[in-house]
């Protein structure tokens, strides 16, 4: 996971589509975080839309099992955009 990955996690996910109706650019946010979460090289859009709520479930918990590792990313990349005082 990159820190751009952690920051899409952060701002996009949790903020934007976390725990909403599983629908337009939700969906897709559901599916960009299932992407990253899981390592895979792009998206796997689901057939069926009664497959959305298990793979709702697992982001959801996979998001909640690395949400540290998230956040020390997203943490990072806070700290790298800051100037230094002169």
Not at 26 to 48: F, S
Not at 51 to 62: F, N
């Amino acid at each position: 996971m990159t820190k751009k990955d952690a920051i899409f996690l952060v701002e996009e996910f949790e903020k934007n589509a976390l725990g909403l109706i599983l629908k337009g650019k939700v969906l897709n946010t559901y599916y960009e975080a299932e992407r990253i979460l899981r390592g895979w090289d792009k998206p796997k859009p689901r057939g069926c839309s009664c497959e959305l709520k298990g793979m709702a479930t697992q982001v959801r918990s996979l998001f909640d099992q690395y949400r540290q590792d998230i956040y020390r990313l997203y943490e990072e990349e806070s700290l790298d955009g800051q100037s230094t005082p002169s």
